[in-house]
């Protein structure tokens, strides 16, 4: 059997045991229902000191069942997919269904928003590795990467593969599934100098093994970006142009997408509440998202409410053009769901033309943040305080680390006053950026 029969087969194993169970549901007086199932298979190695630490096999399975009985609503979730545990599950829905409270809001997504003509995206690219051959890639890369100097240590090389199958369906009549993989290989590593250490690491994920780097490139950035910590240094308070490495951007479109979300604005609990047609960026930033790129590790055809999923336009020209909605928020908003149950896909914002070096050429005088610590943020009102790392630049180079500082700013604020964001775009995840240069914040130091 060939691997796309192999994956044919196994997504219709998942349709048939959906539609199983959604018959289950009915047969035990659900008006209506839902189910979402998860299967994910794999290994991870970890290698450490010239020697395997572990090998860890995972194969999970999670099945998380829906049921209405007109406006009152009940949830189970199992792994087991036999008979019996699924009617136990499904009489455990029906039962918390029959005693709760009417909810106006709750409910299947309208059935012309459902996903029925999706078609699956590009994902599915096993990597065939066994484990004695991701040992071997693991323990290389350690090699590559302590003999580069004799003040590292490995703090362990990790290679991972994952294959899952996803799957969605509901009393309305649609049924989806879809595969996908995910590799990673990733070398974390110790700089001892007299009585400092440093930890830093390099990594490198993608759906596609042929979209990997190539070991020595990982042990190699790793390397560097360990040994640079070292001599860090300590900062005085101020007021100066900061810049987020990319993989650190990260986090400010996470913030943001929070912000934008509907739990968080039919809660109240968003400083972005009420600011639909509203500039909140410059008018050079533009925020959207691509849920049908293949090979992209945030993709998929439909969101966690079985609608379609498509391209929203979050931010255009600065202005809050549209909120992150499911079914559920939507409702409660009295808006409609933009296929962002679960969250957005492949979010990406508009980058300039400069990389890094060019940017800190751009600020001149600045912090660059490497790492950030510490949960500091509050959605509700865009306060923004975390512990960072990273390096302090002066005549647009780094002139030497720093570190135990902490950055402080209004979220509303940061992203106002966004000078450009860098075009080396991280795409490791389902947020992708560039490096950004903020205006100012106020850097805390000793």
């Known amino acids: 059997?060939?691997?796309?029969?192999?994956?044919?087969?196994?997504?219709?194993?998942?349709?048939?045991?959906?539609?199983?169970?959604?018959?289950?549901?009915?047969?035990?007086?659900?008006?209506?229902?839902?189910?979402?199932?998860?299967f994910n298979k794999g290994f991870t190695?970890?290698?450490?000191?010239?020697?395997?630490?572990?090998?860890?096999?995972?194969?999970?399975?999670?099945?998380?069942?829906?049921?209405?009985?007109?406006?009152?609503?009940?949830?189970?979730?199992i792994t087991d997919v036999r008979p019996d545990a699924i009617r136990a599950a499904v009489a455990a829905a029906c039962n918390i269904a029959r005693f709760t409270d009417e909810d106006p809001f709750t409910g299947l997504a309208d059935k012309e928003l459902l996903a029925f003509d999706y078609v699956e995206p590009k994902l599915f690219y096993p990597w065939g590795i066994s484990v004695e051959h991701a040992i071997d890639l693991a323990l290389k890369c350690e090699a590559i990467a302590l003999q580069q100097d004799k003040r590292l240590l490995s703090e362990g090389i990790v290679v991972a593969t994952t294959e899952g199958f996803h799957g969605y369906g509901n009393s309305s009549g649609f049924i989806g599934a879809f595969?996908?993989?995910?590799?990673?290989?990733?070398?974390?590593?110790?700089?001892?100098?007299?009585?400092?250490?440093?930890?830093?690491?390099?990594?490198?994920?993608?759906?596609?093994?042929?979209?990997?780097?190539p070991i020595n490139t990982i042990a190699e950035k790793a390397v560097e970006r360990t040994l640079r910590r070292l001599d860090?240094?300590?900062?005085?308070?101020?007021?100066?142009?900061?810049?987020?490495?990319?993989?650190?951007?990260?986090?400010?479109?996470g913030h943001f997408v929070a912000a934008i979300s509907g739990g968080s604005l039919y809660r109240k609990s968003s400083f972005l509440l009420d600011h639909l047609g509203k500039p909140v960026f410059p008018t050079h930033i533009n925020i959207q998202e691509h849920p049908h790129l293949a090979k992209a590790l945030g993709s998929s055809p439909f969101d966690d409410d079985g609608v379609m999923?498509?391209?929203?336009?979050?931010?255009?020209?600065?202005?809050?053009?549209?909120y992150c909605l499911g079914v559920y928020s939507a409702r409660?908003?009295?808006?409609?769901?933009?296929?962002?149950?679960?969250?957005?896909?492949?979010l990406s914002i508009t980058s300039g033309n400069k990389n890094l070096s060019e940017l800190l050429q751009a600020m001149d005088k600045g912090l660059l943040i490497t790492e950030v610590m510490?949960?500091?943020?509050?959605?509700?009102?865009?306060?923004?305080?975390?512990?960072?790392s990273g390096f302090w630049i002066e005549n647009g180079v780094i002139q030497y680390p720093v570190e135990e500082i902490t950055v402080a700013g209004n979220l509303r604020d940061m992203y106002a006053r966004i000078v450009e964001v860098g075009n080396d775009i991280d795409r490791r995840g389902n947020i992708h950026t560039g490096s950004v240069l903020i205006e100012e914040m106020v850097v805390a130091g000793s």
Request: charged share 25%.
């Open 309 to 322: 999923t498509h391209s929203n336009i979050f931010i255009k020209q600065g202005i809050l053009n549209s």
């Open 179 to 213: 595969p996908s993989t995910r590799h990673e290989v990733s070398c974390i590593l110790i700089a001892k100098q007299k009585d400092e250490m440093q930890r830093d690491y390099s990594y490198s994920t993608a759906c596609d093994p042929e979209m990997l780097e």
């Open 45 to 77: 190695v970890t290698a450490r000191k010239g020697d395997v630490e572990s090998v860890e096999y995972n194969q999970d399975k999670g099945i998380g069942i829906t049921v209405y009985f007109g406006k009152r609503t009940g949830a189970a979730s």
């Open 232 to 253: 860090a240094k300590h900062l005085k308070t101020a007021r100066v142009p900061v810049i987020f490495a990319a993989e650190e951007a990260r986090g400010l479109l």
């Open 374 to 388: 510490g949960q500091g943020v509050n959605i509700v009102t865009g306060d923004y305080s975390r512990g960072v």
């Open 332 to 346: 409660k908003l009295g808006m409609k769901s933009t296929g962002n149950a679960g969250g957005v896909h492949n």
């Open 1 to 38: 059997m060939t691997d796309l029969t192999k994956t044919i087969s196994k997504s219709d194993e998942i349709k048939t045991l959906i539609s199983e169970i959604l018959q289950e549901t009915k047969r035990q007086g659900a008006t209506d229902a839902e189910v979402d199932v998860g």
